[in-house]
């Protein structure tokens, strides 16, 4: 059975940090990754970040490119997302789920499995 646990979230000033944390076990192969995913109010649920199992190789949507920052501590099966430079449209659900692939470098496809899902708010 997978199961993906978060940890992380909360409340957060414009321009201040946050981490959220995703413990992963039960993993197959075909899950190749491990991304962040958020909805904003009234928005639909957007990729954020994803990391591969097999290269390491990190994809982020433009939006947060040079301000998050997702990473793995294999040891732990533990994937990161460090969250800084925090925008008030930043806020919204965070999830983390396994992912299959990713095409274009920003688009993820084949989440089978999702975390609970954490609240970031973010005020200014």
């Known amino acids: 059975q997978v199961e993906l646990v978060q940890s992380g979230g909360g409340l957060a000033q414009a321009g201040g940090s946050l981490r959220l944390s995703c413990a992963a076990s039960g993993l197959t192969p075909e899950n190749d990754g491990i991304g962040w995913f958020r909805q904003a109010p009234g928005k639909e649920r957007e990729g954020v970040a994803c990391i591969s199992r097999s290269d390491e190789s990190t994809y982020y949507v433009d939006s947060v490119k040079g301000r998050f920052t997702i990473s793995r501590d294999n040891a732990k099966n533990t994937v990161y997302l460090q969250m800084n430079s925090l925008k008030p449209e930043d806020t919204g659900v965070y999830y983390c789920?396994?992912?299959?692939?990713?095409?274009?470098?920003?688009?993820?496809?084949?989440?089978?499995?999702w975390g609970k899902g954490t609240l970031v708010t973010v005020f200014s």
């Open positions: 789920a396994t992912v299959r692939t990713v095409v274009g470098g920003n688009q993820f496809y084949g989440m089978d499995h």
